[in-house]
């Protein structure tokens, strides 16, 4: 799996977009890139995923640059209930393919969102 | 609701007094995995299980024992507690191993002394 880079942290103003950026230049064609946050000591949760395109779900955008070697997480409108660490994952998602399933998280980045 | 569920959420033991983390899922799941979490090493796969009776061994397995009898059950069992198993541990599941959603549970804070 390749590996990421994210910031260790950053700040957001309640009710601006939160744009979150991950580095991942050794990626491979079929592997996707992942995004999880943990908000304090609770189990992780995923907020979205893709491959080349970008996505966008009720929780957030995901934005992959044309060469798959970067990204960005879009909070549209953050809250302070979004203040979590934030991981970026590349990883394959096949059926039988022999992976182990492991999602290999990093430091991730951690969002403050102030008042 | 679908979710995981773990069992205890907090618990203090003593060094060789053998426990069971208890994890269920609600979703049919064929894949679940067990990791833990300590300061300054993230999340680390303990074990995992690819369906019921097949088991195999993460990054971390030392010290833990797993056992998948039935497909929504996944326990963890530390047969001999020692103080360097103090952690946050996480049960998870999903569709299949590859599946791009896992699920996790809420976690059990451990402190062996």
């Known amino acids: 799996d390749a590996k990421t880079t994210q910031p260790p942290s950053m700040d957001c103003a309640e009710g601006r977009a939160a744009n979150l950026p991950c580095n991942h230049s050794t990626i491979s064609g079929n592997e996707y890139v992942y995004w999880y946050r943990q908000i304090h000591s609770q189990g992780p949760q995923y907020i979205i995923h893709?491959?080349?395109n970008n996505e966008t779900n009720e929780m957030a955008s995901l934005i992959i640059t044309e060469d798959r070697k970067s990204s960005t997480l879009i909070l549209p409108h953050a809250t302070l209930r979004d203040t979590a660490v934030y991981y970026c994952?590349?990883?394959?998602?096949?059926?039988?393919?022999?992976?182990?399933?492991?999602?290999?998280f990093g430091q991730g980045t951690t969002l403050q969102v102030k008042p | 609701e679908a979710q995981v569920t773990q069992n205890p959420r907090y618990l203090i033991t003593v060094t060789g007094k053998k426990l069971t983390v208890t994890c269920s899922q609600n979703?049919?799941?064929?894949?679940m995995s067990w990791y833990r979490q300590d300061p300054g090493l993230g999340l680390r796969q303990i074990y995992y299980?690819?369906?019921?009776?097949?088991?195999d061994k993460g990054d971390v397995p030392e010290g833990y024992k797993v056992s998948r009898k039935e497909k929504r059950n996944f326990p963890l069992i530390l047969e001999s507690p020692s103080p360097n198993q103090t952690s946050l541990y996480f049960c998870?599941?999903?569709?299949?191993?590859?599946?791009?959603?896992?699920?996790f549970g809420p976690g059990t804070r451990l402190t062996v002394t």
């Open positions: 994952i590349v990883r394959v998602s096949l059926y039988g393919s022999g992976n182990t399933g492991k999602l290999i």
């Open positions: 893709g491959l080349k």
């Open positions: 979703m049919n799941h064929e894949y």
């Open positions: 998870a599941s999903s569709l299949y191993q590859g599946a791009y959603e896992q699920y």
């Open positions: 299980s690819m369906n019921v009776e097949v088991t």
